[in-house]
């Protein structure tokens, strides 16, 4: 039955339980509720439920309940709602991925499943849909835009708007997801303006990607249809984004944190145009810190008012993308509720999803799912496939002694454009064990065995005055996952690939030929099906390992820092497989400054 599809029969039964004919099945008393709408508290106030639904809400309500629970003074809030999320960086299913974030006050997320969709196209995201039916809140997608993301990467898959055509129309399916190429918007590539047509006459969204545009060609971007983004790094950047149109989506989480920067810019008048998202959430990160309260939290302690704060996560977020039935705690609509202890912490306390309590103090309150069937997930398994590689593959060379170099900034995305005198040895082969600080990198093509492999070099993954004396691999690395391992010398990358190939995708750290820690990630190469708690504590203890054994710097996360490294939508350098990348100039370089530029590879 649709979303959406009300008989008759229960709009009676709603009107009898609000006239007090009828008893409704819960009744919350004794709370302090937040009104989204008029932006103030309603103090003692009660709201009753019934099939999921609100009946009524505030202090002068007329029905009556079988059940009521006492919420003792506590905050209640319409649930949470993730604006932007990539249930993929969990490394989650979407049904353990829900009992990662509801016990966090989230019920209602609006995930682009980009990451699977790189590696198996719309069986991944076919994948992904089916998944989130069994999931314990309310899961929403945006078809994603760009796979591949750039024509500088090889992907498992590739969508036109012609595949993409066979999902538009599905109710669970809000719109496009991150238009990342601007440069092909702007140039009018043909097959992104059939996407960007097709979901605008669906009558629905078209999500933004736009790191430093500015300009006209912000605003052709627009003319594209695009209404939001959540790339924004400046207040500027939100400023001029709000005065074209968009809806400007602040994020916190676990790879980029702008809400600081973007808070200064965040007004009474523009309030309403700002909503919070996470884009991505680690599970070890999720259960420190929160999910999207955590999110809240930061933009009420960066000076937004929390009331504010609230409606940025709910009401502000259902509007914009056309959800009726979400975001404000009314008669008629979900009965999706966060209960907080205040508005400082917002620490959560108890979690609704439809009228059904499923956390209580943090912690899930129903019982874990089962795996996934197995024929179910047999089309997102087994995806890692390279070509025998040897040690002599990994070797990077420079013969004029200079290097173009990754520069990495905590807490940031965009990475620095450095270039450095390297030592080298005979022939100019890099030797990154007489250069303190920088890595090798390698991005290996693992989807169908081309045998492509692109290298550069990155400083700042590792601690001052540390000697790295090993590898750390992965094959979630942004957009099309590929390979991606990191290391200072090139048997331990070789063997960290291996490893890799052996459990069929995961991470991996190796020191002399030993794996030191792993985790697998059968799934795609992305997620596991194992438990949320459990697959949390496999990476902490891989973090931990490479921050102690191996001195990675305490300011990054490894496994998130080096996922981003091929993202070459990003400025400003960039690994794919095809080599070294410069997303300003959008074209391959040479890791040697004073070589010729190498053509792109077709």
């Given at each position: 039955?649709?979303?959406?599809?009300?008989?008759?029969?229960?709009?009676?039964?709603?009107?009898?339980?609000?006239m007090?004919?009828?008893?409704?099945?819960?009744?919350?008393?004794?709370?302090?509720?937040?009104?989204?709408?008029?932006?103030?508290?309603?103090?003692?106030?009660?709201?009753?439920?019934?099939?999921?639904?609100?009946?009524?809400?505030g202090?002068?309500?007329?029905?009556?309940?079988?059940?009521?629970?006492?919420?003792?003074?506590?905050?209640?809030?319409?649930?949470?709602?993730?604006?932007?999320?990539?249930?993929?960086?969990?490394?989650?299913?979407?049904?353990?991925?829900?009992?990662?974030?509801?016990?966090?006050?989230?019920?209602?997320?609006?995930?682009?499943?980009?990451?699977?969709?790189?590696?198996?196209g719309?069986?991944?995201?076919?994948?992904?849909?089916?998944?989130?039916?069994?999931?314990?809140?309310?899961?929403?997608?945006?078809?994603?835009?760009?796979?591949?993301?750039?024509?500088?990467?090889?992907?498992?898959?590739?969508?036109?708007?012609?595949?993409?055509?066979?999902?538009?129309?599905?109710?669970?399916?809000?719109?496009?997801?991150?238009?990342?190429?601007?440069?092909g918007?702007?140039?009018?590539?043909?097959?992104?303006l059939?996407?960007?047509?097709?979901?605008?006459?669906?009558?629905?969204?078209?999500?933004?990607?736009?790191?430093?545009?500015?300009?006209?060609?912000?605003?052709?971007?627009?003319?594209?249809?695009?209404?939001?983004?959540?790339?924004?790094?400046?207040?500027?950047?939100?400023?001029?984004?709000?005065?074209?149109?968009?809806?400007?989506?602040?994020?916190?989480?676990?790879?980029?944190?702008?809400?600081?920067?973007?808070?200064?810019?965040?007004?009474?008048?523009?309030?309403?145009?700002?909503?919070?998202?996470?884009?991505?959430?680690?599970?070890?990160?999720?259960?420190?810190?929160?999910?999207?309260?955590?999110?809240v939290?930061?933009?009420?302690?960066?000076?937004?008012?929390?009331?504010?704060?609230?409606?940025?996560?709910?009401?502000?977020?259902?509007?914009h993308?056309?959800?009726?039935?979400?975001?404000?705690?009314?008669?008629?609509?979900?009965?999706?509720?966060?209960?907080?202890?205040?508005?400082?912490?917002?620490?959560?306390?108890?979690?609704?999803?439809?009228?059904?309590?499923?956390?209580?103090?943090?912690?899930?309150?129903?019982?874990?799912?089962?795996?996934?069937?197995?024929?179910?997930?047999?089309?997102?398994?087994?995806?890692?496939?390279?070509?025998?590689l040897?040690?002599?593959?990994f070797?990077?060379?420079?013969?004029?002694?200079?290097?173009?170099?990754?520069?990495?900034?905590?807490?940031?995305l965009?990475?620095?454009?450095?270039?450095?005198?390297?030592?080298?040895?005979?022939e100019?082969?890099?030797d990154?064990?007489?250069?303190?600080?920088?890595?090798?990198?390698?991005?290996?093509?693992?989807?169908?065995?081309?045998?492509?492999?692109?290298?550069?070099?990155?400083?700042?993954?590792?601690?001052?005055?540390?000697?790295?004396?090993?590898?750390?691999?992965?094959t979630?690395?942004?957009?099309?996952?590929?390979?991606?391992?990191?290391?200072?010398?090139?048997?331990?990358?070789?063997?960290a690939?291996?490893?890799?190939?052996?459990?069929?995708?995961?991470?991996?750290?190796?020191?002399?030929?030993?794996?030191?820690?792993?985790?697998?990630l059968?799934?795609?190469?992305?997620?596991?099906?194992?438990?949320?708690?459990?697959?949390?504590?496999?990476?902490?203890?891989?973090?931990?390992?490479?921050?102690?054994?191996?001195?990675?710097a305490?300011?990054?996360?490894?496994?998130?820092?080096?996922?981003?490294?091929?993202?070459?939508?990003?400025?400003?350098?960039?690994?794919?497989?095809?080599?070294?990348?410069?997303?300003?100039?959008?074209?391959i370089?040479?890791?040697?400054?004073?070589?010729e530029?190498?053509?792109?590879?077709?």
């Amino acid at each position: 039955m649709p979303r959406n599809f009300v008989l008759p029969e229960m709009l009676h039964r709603r009107i009898d339980c609000a006239m007090g004919r009828r008893p409704c099945e819960l009744r919350l008393r004794n709370l302090r509720m937040i009104d989204v709408v008029n932006g103030v508290v309603l103090d003692n106030a009660e709201i009753f439920i019934d099939n999921g639904v609100i009946i009524d809400a505030g202090c002068e309500c007329k029905a009556n309940a079988r059940q009521t629970i006492d919420l003792e003074g506590a905050f209640a809030a319409p649930g949470l709602i993730d604006a932007h999320v990539h249930i993929e960086s969990s490394m989650l299913t979407p049904v353990r991925f829900a009992r990662l974030v509801a016990p966090f006050g989230t019920t209602t997320i609006i995930a682009d499943p980009h990451e699977i969709a790189n590696v198996a196209g719309l069986e991944g995201i076919r994948f992904m849909m089916r998944e989130a039916l069994r999931a314990e809140i309310t899961m929403y997608f945006m078809l994603s835009s760009c796979v591949p993301a750039t024509p500088f990467e090889t992907s498992g898959a590739v969508l036109t708007a012609e595949d993409l055509a066979e999902l538009i129309n599905d109710e669970r399916v809000l719109g496009l997801a991150e238009l990342m190429n601007v440069p092909g918007v702007l140039a009018c590539d043909s097959d992104l303006l059939k996407k960007a047509s097709m979901t605008l006459s669906a009558g629905k969204r078209i999500d933004g990607h736009s790191p430093l545009t500015s300009g006209a060609a912000l605003s052709a971007y627009a003319c594209a249809g695009v209404r939001s983004d959540h790339e924004c790094s400046t207040a500027q950047e939100l400023v001029d984004r709000l005065r074209r149109g968009f809806v400007v989506q602040m994020r916190e989480g676990s790879a980029g944190q702008n809400v600081s920067a973007l808070a200064p810019a965040a007004t009474p008048k523009n309030y309403r145009f700002l909503c919070l998202c996470t884009d991505d959430a680690s599970p070890d990160d999720v259960f420190a810190r929160g999910h999207v309260n955590n999110v809240v939290r930061k933009a009420a302690a960066c000076g937004i008012d929390p009331i504010e704060a609230v409606r940025m996560a709910t009401v502000n977020t259902a509007q914009h993308y056309g959800l009726t039935t979400k975001g404000i705690i009314a008669p008629g609509l979900d009965a999706d509720l966060v209960v907080f202890d205040n508005l400082a912490d917002f620490t959560v306390l108890r979690t609704f999803a439809k009228g059904r309590e499923v956390a209580r103090n943090q912690w899930m309150t129903t019982p874990e799912p089962e795996a996934a069937d197995a024929a179910q997930k047999s089309c997102v398994t087994g995806r890692v496939n390279i070509k025998d590689l040897r040690e002599e593959d990994f070797v990077l060379r420079t013969h004029s002694g200079k290097a173009r170099v990754i520069g990495l900034v905590p807490g940031d995305l965009v990475t620095r454009r450095i270039v450095c005198d390297v030592p080298t040895a005979a022939e100019g082969v890099i030797d990154c064990r007489r250069c303190p600080g920088l890595l090798k990198i390698a991005v290996i093509e693992r989807h169908h065995a081309s045998g492509n492999i692109g290298l550069g070099l990155v400083k700042g993954f590792v601690e001052e005055g540390r000697a790295f004396d090993g590898a750390i691999a992965s094959t979630i690395a942004h957009d099309s996952h590929n390979i991606v391992v990191l290391g200072d010398n090139d048997a331990d990358m070789l063997a960290a690939v291996n490893e890799i190939k052996r459990m069929k995708g995961g991470l991996v750290l190796v020191r002399k030929g030993s794996v030191v820690s792993s985790l697998p990630l059968e799934i795609g190469g992305l997620m596991t099906d194992a438990d949320a708690l459990g697959t949390a504590r496999r990476k902490q203890s891989f973090i931990a390992a490479a921050h102690d054994a191996f001195g990675v710097a305490r300011n990054l996360d490894p496994v998130m820092a080096m996922s981003f490294l091929p993202l070459a939508v990003i400025a400003h350098l960039r690994v794919t497989d095809k080599g070294l990348f410069d997303s300003d100039a959008f074209r391959i370089v040479d890791i040697d400054p004073q070589a010729e530029n190498p053509s792109a590879q077709s």
